[in-house]
């Protein structure tokens, strides 16, 4: 039977219309640069060395130091900073850093500021995660020093792991896994799971990447939705999704793979398996995933990555499109990427993941494996949909979009009928 997971960042990529939105430029250093393009002023400039000072107090874990710029006025946040200080420390940071983008209200004594916080996990990341925030900034005391006042993820934008209780740190060889809310054995499970896939991933994507991956398992399908910024109704029956900068940027992207731990716990060994390298499969392909890309193609390798030394039948790996082609229903067309949304019929979504499934393993049978990843290549590498599929198919596979549908429905009868 497929189990379904979700490439978040694709997902909210058609809805946003923008990609790549998720990374900040590379940070070599755990305290901020100074304030860019923002206003000329000291009110900019002493806005970001207030945050200078945080971001240094939070790399060396001092807790006076780090509360000394937060505003002592605020005895709340200051009591939930010193909460989410605590919950931070077991996370091994390399870098924390803020950039501030806007400055309003600059004029009297108190700010609001738009900040990108970026930070990178050591060993993990080679380029940060990013997150846009909402920091207000008071001006106290006779030296008329700036204080943090409130700090917020920004309109949209999502929360962070360590905003929902103490992190848990579990480390695999491959694996870095971190938790919230759940015991020490059930994340062992997930990093040894993890580390089983990614070297089953590198055998499917030659290409290079980092061959690592970070997991998240926050306590609930709530607390997840909330790490993704979207409605809990997107994900309650999806076992994890990933996110990350999509479009070649030529940086490896910072990637997190979400695990939803309700639908995740309800999976046996083989589904366990299935997702977690399905999911690393689009850590690994990531830089060569684009706008130009068709999701049966994202999600269509990453399954294939998944199943490819799995002894899984067709029809058991493909059961609602083998039901749909026994009963003469047989697809007219590759699925479309509005097939893929998760409002639609359980079954529709099934058919489009597994008619992806198929394709990817008809290319890698007909033409090789080393043609399936040139091909998924050569269409991630173009900027735009427009053409893009049609010139790879031409280039990768020597072959046109009519008669690769065409063999691909062939080969459902073939495989499913």
């Known amino acids: 039977m497929a189990v379904r997971t979700k490439d978040a960042r694709r997902d909210r990529s058609r809805r946003r219309s923008t990609a790549g939105a998720v990374l900040a430029a590379l940070l070599l250093a755990p305290a901020c640069a100074g304030p860019r393009d923002v206003p000329a002023g000291m009110t900019a400039e002493e806005v970001g060395a207030t945050l200078d000072r945080r971001a240094a107090a939070l790399m060396a874990h001092d807790t006076d130091a780090y509360l000394a710029a937060l505003d002592p006025r605020a005895t709340s946040f200051r009591a939930a900073q010193r909460t989410e200080l605590r919950n931070l420390a077991d996370v091994p940071l390399e870098s924390w850093a803020y950039d501030v983008k806007d400055v309003k209200d600059g004029t009297g004594d108190r700010v609001t500021a738009e900040v990108e916080l970026s930070y990178r996990i050591k060993g993990y990341d080679k380029a940060p995660m990013s997150s846009s925030r909402t920091v207000e900034l008071v001006r106290r005391g006779e030296d008329r020093s700036w204080y943090v006042a409130a700090d917020r993820a920004a309109e949209g934008s999502p929360g962070q792991l360590w905003q929902q209780g103490d992190v848990e740190v579990v480390r695999g060889t491959h694996s870095l896994v971190l938790g919230v809310g759940r015991r020490a054995a059930e994340l062992r499970r997930i990093a040894d799971t993890a580390d089983r896939a990614v070297p089953a991933v590198t055998g499917s994507w030659p290409g290079p990447w980092a061959q690592k991956v970070v997991v998240l398992v926050p306590a609930s399908v709530e607390d997840m939705a909330g790490l993704l910024g979207s409605p809990t109704a997107s994900y309650r029956g999806i076992a994890a999704v990933t996110t990350g900068e999509v479009g070649g940027s030529g940086r490896a992207p910072a990637d997190r793979v979400i695990v939803n731990p309700q639908a995740y716990a309800m999976l046996g060994d083989f589904g366990q398996r299935v997702v977690l390298t399905h999911e690393t499969t689009h850590v690994a392909t990531r830089a060569h995933t684009s706008a130009a890309t068709p999701v049966w193609l994202s999600e269509g390798f990453a399954d294939w990555a998944a199943y490819r030394q799995e002894s899984r039948t067709a029809p058991e790996i493909a059961p609602e499109l083998a039901e749909a082609v026994r009963s003469g229903d047989l697809p007219a067309r590759l699925p479309a990427d509005e097939d893929f949304g998760f409002g639609e019929d359980a079954a529709k979504l099934a058919r489009a993941y597994e008619g992806g499934w198929l394709a990817c393993e ?41 008669d690769f549908t065409a063999r691909w429905r062939a080969y459902l009868r073939a495989r499913l009928g």
């Open 362 to 402: 008809m290319i890698a049978r007909d033409w090789g494996e080393e043609e399936l990843t040139a091909f998924y290549e050569a269409v991630g590498n173009r900027a735009r949909r427009e053409g893009a599929v049609e010139q790879a198919m031409h280039t990768a596979l020597g072959t046109t979009p009519e």
